[in-house]
């Protein structure tokens, strides 16, 4: 949606011009009153010209006549959406909070999940030419923002999910330069949940195995249509908008696609994050393709090691993502995944809430219909098996199923 207001100035232009204009015709068989009108209007245009000039060199105008706030509004876009659903889950948690859930954590509860607004100018221009600008910031408000936003303990971070300033540096073929808070190079899934993804619920691996934003600044290179590369440099890992020591983290992103369909993408990352953890590093393979208009694949392989007071401890993750469409309207998607912290450095008390633990095997499958009776409208019905190896993980059970149905409106 655009946003387009016009001055005042501009509207008194146009209000006299269209005065002007439709007195003089009725005075066209009156030499002398005419004459003098045409004086009049002389005048008018003199005062008028002499405005205009004022009002640009106090920096109202610019020099098209379009006022400048305006004009950076009239590129403005302005996005988002809204998701809600209702969750059932059948290992009837205690407190009636499911652990390691992202969506909907409360087991038989209506959820306003989020509400996200996108502010946004036209993305740069990548050329080896000219200079170029443009920024991005998107809000989420709901109960997931928690999650999903840079730091909701932190003040000031509350609702943000990302904020950054672009520019294309005339270089080679445009060096694209991005600072501010930054969405992770990480995750297959976006963290937008349903009103992007295929399923409604949130994979294990964008949590555990991925990251939230991060403070930071990232340059990015297109070497070909087939080959690019991004490296960034953030706070922390886990560090959100504000870092909590003295080192950083650098991320580095091989973009490549092989085939119009068929795209990948290979992640390394290191870094130190607390006390607690010295070091960690890890990688991870992202990649997907759609065959026949209908078919959609997509995969996600992750690896990190933390070492923490001198142990190494692995964790690695694996999933699938399966999508059909039957029509533009109706489609059908399932989501795998099996994720091991062996020595539970990861999904162990932390704030999806699984207890302290010293490790375990997580898997889940997912099962969502996707149905667009609009364009603007996404209803997703879905059923989710977990099973996790950690003795009473899910309350007092190993095993749940958690079933119900989400709905997006995207504007």
Not at 31 to 56: C, F, G, H, I, T
Not at 90 to 102: D, F, K, Q
Not at 139 to 160: C, K, R, W
Not at 224 to 250: C, E, F, H
Request: a neutral charge; glycine letters at 10%.
């Amino acid at each position: 949606m655009r946003l387009k207001q016009r001055s005042p100035i501009s509207y008194r232009l146009a209000i006299t011009g269209a005065l002007l204009g439709g007195i003089a015709p009725s005075f066209a068989q009156n030499s002398p009153k005419l004459d003098k009108l045409e004086k009049e209007n002389q005048e008018l245009r003199m005062r008028l010209d002499s405005l205009e000039q004022v009002a640009k060199k106090e920096g109202l105008l610019g020099s098209t006549g379009a006022s400048m706030p305006v004009k950076a509004l009239s590129s403005t876009t302005l996005s988002g959406f809204v998701s809600a659903s209702y969750f059932y889950d059948t290992s009837n948690p205690p407190g009636g909070t499911s652990p390691g859930y992202l969506w909907n954590r409360k087991s038989d509860s209506f959820a306003l999940n989020k509400v996200k607004l996108t502010l946004a100018s036209p993305p740069v221009e990548r050329s080896g030419d000219k200079y170029d600008v443009a920024y991005r910031t998107s809000l989420i408000f709901g109960q997931d923002a928690a999650i999903v936003n840079s730091s909701s303990s932190t003040v000031g971070f509350e609702n943000l999910r990302e904020a950054y300033i672009e520019m294309n540096v005339p270089i080679g073929t445009g060096l694209n330069v991005r600072a501010g808070e930054l969405i992770s190079l990480l995750n297959y899934e976006s963290g937008d949940g349903g009103a992007a993804n295929d399923n409604y619920s949130q994979g294990y691996q964008w949590f555990y195995t991925g990251n939230g934003p991060a403070a930071g600044a990232q340059v990015g290179y297109t070497f070909t249509d087939w080959l690019d590369v991004k490296v960034r440099l953030q706070n922390g890992m886990y560090a959100g908008p504000v870092d909590n020591n003295n080192s950083k983290t650098i991320v580095v992103a091989l973009g490549i696609k092989p085939c119009e369909p068929v795209w990948m993408s290979i992640v390394g990352f290191t870094g130190r994050e607390n006390n607690s953890i010295s070091v960690f590093q890890g990688i991870s393979l992202l990649g997907g393709a759609k065959f026949a208009e209908n078919w959609s694949v997509g995969t996600e392989l992750d690896y990190f090691t933390f070492k923490i007071s001198g142990h190494t401890s692995p964790v690695w993750s694996t999933g699938a993502w399966l999508s059909y469409a039957f029509t533009p309207k109706v489609g059908l998607a399932v989501r795998g995944e099996f994720l091991s912290d062996r020595d539970g450095v990861n999904a162990s008390g932390d704030p999806l809430g699984f207890p302290l633990n010293s490790g375990q095997d997580l898997t889940s499958v997912a099962l969502t219909l996707n149905y667009k009776p609009l364009p603007q409208i996404k209803i997703q019905p879905e059923i989710r098996y977990d099973h996790t190896s950690l003795d009473k993980g899910y309350g007092k059970q190993y095993d749940r199923f958690l079933i119900g149905v989400g709905v997006s409106y995207l504007f």
